[in-house]
């Protein structure tokens, strides 16, 4: 495959440090410590950030849901779908006050889906078409890449135009010079570069005003941030008010797949529009029950993630303490700007040699030339493990001047 040039690519972007030789593997499970060929890390990114997966009650239901509803999937939900999936779908419904919710395999397939059952000019039948051709995207700068991908065909300029992060005066802007078209306003609730949070209620006051659909992205502030208690209830009290919510099950729960909420009549079309309910697998039966349990469980009791968020305020005030420079936004996304890329690359590489592991976030998961370490506390880190990932950053902060 000479012609295509992969060689020549992959040797370049090595030697520019931006690429490890391997992903690594690890041995046993994915938590607060792993292991790899042999060494002990203390792991930073693990989206798993409460831990439910080490709960015996929950391993126990999901072998209890395995023997109960199988392992196979049975397909796509064009046939049949599994009742665990029709009990997530009704519990994300109450959670965000909507009429109906169609569960996907996965986040990204939830919003390529969206959009495509959202832009499509379809022929139902001989008399019955549906075109959604001239749909105009408006989207925040710093939307997740699974997003961009998903508008990636629309023409910029013409059907997709962006505004910069949280920039709710410019977002009003082109509102006003696209009133009386089909608008769909795309954003985060909490942003997975940065950890900022977006100004719900500002947004989808903005679309009701000017007659425009608003679509969340809610996978990091699901079954985190609520309207009752803890930080952001007034953004996210606002929530519900817009028209359609996208989560994510990988983060606060732990597990796989995703959810679109909304109208019912809308929710409908996507389901059988979108492409990636119908043309791919629906989540495994017994990992739905698990979602569902650990759906109910966190409803029922808010300890867990107010004890999480207690410890994530701590450990922000540890990494301010050495110096570091973080997001502005306290959510438990914890970003440490950087700036350079490669810079950036060295020290996590020198973080893994002392037992750390650590994401690094650069183009085009963040803006060019501003990189960053991201950091996700878990509930089941130490102090000793925060203290002692603070005090190698405060040695590598005076290393490389970050």
């Not at 599994?82 to 997530?88: A, D, M, Q």
């Not at 900022?196 to 500002?202: K, T």
């Not at 699901?222 to 009290?237: A, I, L, N």
């Not at 410890?311 to 914890?334: H, K, T």
Request: net charge negative; hydrophobic share 40%; aromatic share 10%.
């Amino acid at each position: 495959m000479a012609k295509w040039g992969f060689s020549d690519g992959v040797r370049m972007v090595r030697e520019a440090g931006l690429m490890p030789a391997d992903v690594p593997a690890i041995d046993g499970a994915n938590g607060t410590v792993v292991h790899i060929a042999g060494r002990r890390f203390i792991n930073f990114r693990c989206v798993d950030f409460l831990g439910w997966q080490h709960d015996e009650d929950v391993v126990a239901h999901f072998t209890d849901a395995a023997r109960t509803y199988g392992l196979a999937n049975g397909g796509s939900r064009a046939q049949a779908i599994s009742r665990p999936l029709r009990e997530i779908e009704r519990q994300v419904c109450e959670i965000y006050g909507k009429e109906s919710a169609i569960t996907f395999a996965s986040g990204m397939l939830a919003t390529v889906g969206f959009v495509h059952a959202m832009t499509s000019k379809i022929q139902v039948t001989s008399t019955i078409t549906a075109d959604f051709s001239d749909v105009v995207f408006l989207m925040d700068r710093a939307c997740h890449w699974s997003m961009w991908k998903a508008v990636e065909k629309m023409q910029p300029g013409r059907q997709l135009f962006s505004f910069g992060h949280n920039d709710v005066e410019r977002l009003r802007t082109l509102l006003a010079r696209h009133q009386g078209k089909r608008v769909i306003v795309g954003f985060q609730s909490v942003y997975s570069g940065d950890g900022s949070v977006a100004p719900i209620g500002a947004i989808t006051d903005l679309c009701a005003e000017y007659d425009a659909v608003s679509y969340v992205d809610d996978a990091n502030g699901f079954m985190v941030y609520d309207h009752e208690t803890g930080p952001y209830t007034d953004e996210f009290r606002k929530l519900s008010q817009a028209t359609f919510v996208m989560t994510s099950f990988t983060k606060a729960i732990g597990m796989v797949g995703g959810a679109i909420a909304g109208p019912a009549d809308a929710a409908k079309v996507i389901e059988y529009f979108s492409g990636t309910s119908m043309f791919t697998a629906a989540l495994q039966p017994p990992t739905a029950s698990t979602i569902a349990h650990i759906i109910g469980r966190s409803r029922e009791d808010r300890q867990r993630v107010d004890d999480y968020l207690s410890m994530v305020a701590w450990f922000r005030e540890q990494l301010i303490s050495v110096g570091c420079d973080l997001n502005d936004n306290p959510s438990y996304i914890i970003s440490i700007h950087v700036g350079d890329e490669r810079v950036a690359e060295v020290v996590r590489c020198e973080l893994q040699e002392h037992g750390y592991l650590v994401s690094v976030f650069r183009y085009p998961a963040a803006e060019r030339g501003k990189a960053l370490l991201r950091i996700i506390p878990n509930l089941r880190h130490s102090k000793e493990h925060m203290e002692g990932l603070a005090d190698t950053l405060k040695l590598l902060k005076g290393k490389y001047q970050f």
